[in-house]
């Protein structure tokens, strides 16, 4: 699902130590790796949105754009397996269950989707989710960036908070439509999945975990988006958000 990790998650917190001088150079190098790996991922993608342009202008169409642009996608995406890192080692303060479940979601659609299943690359919804990553990492990873500098400018600031509103939507919009596309070439081949008999006695159908994979998409999706929508009132509004206990 379109990434929308919570407020803190670019700021390079580090975890107390005693040693107040080894807990600022500690502070020092935190920063400055996470300030490298932001520059490189909005590098990245940039460099990704930059191809897809070119190869639509060059081409006049979407047909093959994925294949093209695929190596680069790859790459960045599973990079950003490194997030789950930062928070299980304290550098980053956000949870690491939800940044999990991001990243290894928006990995399982590269490999596990787009790549494995070749006769969906051309499929109009692919594209979708592809403009919707890449405009959403670029303004994401140059948000932390700048705020780690502590030199925000207001219109990043405005975009991180503001485009989701129509990306988020789009993005799950593209990422379940290509699931659906998927499903009778799954169903036809039985990929991925595991028939009895067999040595461990085990059955797994990919199908229908791909059919699971696309409900859980009715529960965790309202989650996340009203999550920002109280982030954006929090941060360009200073509202005051009291959560409710349930």
Same mark, same amino acid.
């Given at each position: ?28 190098l935190a920063t400055t790796w996470l300030i490298f790996y932001n520059v ?105 960036? /700048?705020? $780690?500098?502590?030199?925000?400018? &207001? ?5 991180? !908070?503001? %485009?989701? +509103? ?25 990929? /991925?999945? $595991?028939?009895?008999?067999?040595? &461990? ?5 990919? !199908?229908? %975990?791909? +059919? ?35």
């Amino acid at each position: 699902m379109a990434s929308s990790e919570e407020d803190g998650g670019g700021n390079g917190a580090v975890e107390e130590k005693e040693n107040g001088k080894k807990k600022k150079k500690l502070g020092v190098l935190a920063t400055t790796w996470l300030i490298f790996y932001n520059v490189a991922m909005t590098a990245g993608w940039l460099v990704l949105g930059i191809a897809m342009v070119r190869f639509y202008i060059q081409k006049g169409t979407h047909r093959g754009l994925f294949r093209s642009v695929q190596k680069t996608l790859k790459f960045f995406q599973t990079f950003a397996l490194l997030e789950v890192i930062h928070c299980a080692v304290g550098i980053v303060r956000t949870s690491v269950l939800v940044t999990g479940v991001q990243v290894s979601s928006r990995i399982f659609m590269v490999w596990f989707i787009a790549h494995s299943i070749k006769q969906i690359q051309n499929e109009e919804s692919v594209i979708l989710f592809l403009v919707v990553w890449t405009v959403t990492e670029i303004t994401r990873y140059s948000f932390y960036t /700048f705020n $780690l500098l502590n030199h925000l400018p &207001y219109f990043i600031k405005w975009a991180r !908070y503001n %485009f989701f +509103i129509v990306l988020y939507p789009a993005g799950v919009a593209g990422e379940l439509l290509t699931i659906y596309a998927a499903l009778p070439y799954v169903k036809k081949t039985g990929m /991925f999945s $595991l028939r009895l008999p067999n040595k &461990y006695n085990v059955s797994f159908d990919y !199908y229908y %975990f791909l +059919i699971i994979v696309m409900f859980s998409y009715v529960p965790l999706f309202p989650q996340l988006y009203f999550h920002m929508l109280r982030q954006r009132r929090r941060v360009l509004h200073g509202e005051v958000i009291v959560e409710k206990d349930d």
